[in-house]
Nanobody
Framework: QVQLVESGGVSVQAGGSLRLTCLASGYTYRYGMGWFRQAPGKEREGFAGIYGAQGVAAYAASVKGRFTISRDSAKNTLYLQMNSLKLEDTAIYYC???????????????????WGQGTQVTVSS
């Protein structure tokens, strides 16, 4: 049984840094993993993904240059390093894993079969 567990979400001041961790148990990386977030009143959006056998990273424009997605296959863990945090980064952050080769794009909810429970990130001024 696949289980994704995110951790690391806290309250942080704008301009600060944070690292989120997603421990994937019962899961073997094959196709892709991603980070999504959902702010109050907004839809869940994919903003960072890592896909393919070589683990190509992709980012939404809103986080490119500030966030870094990485994976440690030995620990079966996905990371998200977030720097230069902004107020608009406040959201619940979710880890997602792809279980089939069928993709609707690295940032599409429909691509991912497994989801974590989410971790809250709050950025304050």
């Amino acid at each position: 049984q696949v289980q994704l567990v995110e951790s690391g979400g806290v309250s942080v001041q704008a301009g600060g840094s944070l690292r989120l961790t997603c421990l994937a148990s019962g899961y073997t990386y094959r196709y892709g993993m991603g980070w999504f977030r959902q702010a109050p009143g907004k839809e869940r959006e994919g903003f960072a993904g890592i896909y393919g056998a070589q683990g190509v990273a992709a980012y939404a424009a809103s986080v490119k240059g500030r966030f870094t997605i990485s994976r440690d296959s030995a620990k079966n863990t996905l990371y998200l390093q977030m720097n230069s945090l902004k107020l608009e980064d406040t959201a619940i952050y979710y880890c997602a894993a792809q279980g089939t080769p069928y993709s609707h794009g690295w940032n599409s909810i429909r691509t991912y079969n497994y989801w974590g429970q989410g971790t809250q990130v709050t950025v304050s001024s």
